[in-house]
């Protein structure tokens, strides 16, 4: 028999997804957001980078503004309002102190009880090699969910009245290969849709799909590959870290 997932735990209200990319969101966990706010809930989005260095195309300067407003539009879809974004340099983020200081401090701004990412780990399972952006941002934001509510780790952040924030639960991890929990992606899946299609400069540089086919292929197809694992219901699957 093939492993059940878990339903996500629902005991929570605010929630803070931390990515490093535009558009990680709308591949990654969209459907889910999406149910979320429509239970009323508050869900959040932190990135690390405008996505400057992803449309080969068109160089970075003009690049960064284009993909952060369809950020800003793509997550406007899903109920989504709050849109922060840290100012790294997309493709050369370093796993460090000063990452983890950056996404912690964001968590004790918003306290929020789940904090969502993306794989953190080397590849997408098997040989599909995942990329040096996604793996810092995603090892990072666990670290930091600890380090948030550390008022002796970066202790400079009380001092700026950024107060300690020891109330994160779990940390879900979006795009895993060994997931343990998903959302029922039903109520969700058309929005997710729309929200990806939001990134159109970076989808048509993409592929020679038609943007709206490419995007409604993606997601449900990945929605209906975890239905065998989730009662039959087309899901958003988590690998979820408890605290």
Request: net charge negative; hydrophobic share 40%; charged share 25%.
């Amino acid at each position: 028999m093939t492993e059940q997932l878990e339903p996500m735990p629902s005991d929570w209200q605010r929630a803070l997804a931390v990515v490093a990319h535009p558009d990680d969101l709308e591949y990654g966990c969209a459907a889910a957001v999406a149910a979320w706010t429509d239970e009323g809930r508050e869900v959040g989005y932190l990135l690390a980078t405008r996505g400057e260095a992803g449309i080969d195309t068109i160089a970075p300067a003009e690049s960064g503004p284009v993909r952060e407003r369809e950020q800003r539009a793509s997550a406007a879809v899903v109920g989504v309002r709050t849109v922060e974004f840290l100012g790294h340099r997309d493709g050369t983020i370093e796993y460090g102190n000063g990452l983890r200081r950056d996404i912690a401090a964001a968590i004790r701004r918003h306290r929020p009880e789940l904090v969502i990412t993306l794989n953190h780990r080397d590849t997408w399972g098997g040989v599909a090699w995942n990329t040096p952006d996604h793996r810092a941002v995603g090892r990072a934001t666990l670290d930091a969910a600890g380090d948030a509510g550390n008022r002796w780790i970066f202790p400079e952040l009380t001092e700026q009245g950024v107060e300690p924030w020891d109330g994160v639960r779990w940390v879900a991890v979006a795009g895993s290969a060994t997931p343990t929990h998903a959302v029922d992606a039903t109520a969700g899946l058309e929005r997710s849709v729309r929200s990806l299609l939001q990134h159109r400069t970076y989808i048509e540089a993409l592929t020679d799909e038609d943007p709206e086919t490419y995007c409604r292929t993606f997601l449900t197809g990945n929605a209906r590959a975890a239905a065998e694992r989730f009662g039959g219901r087309p899901a958003v699957t988590f690998e979820v870290f408890a605290r």
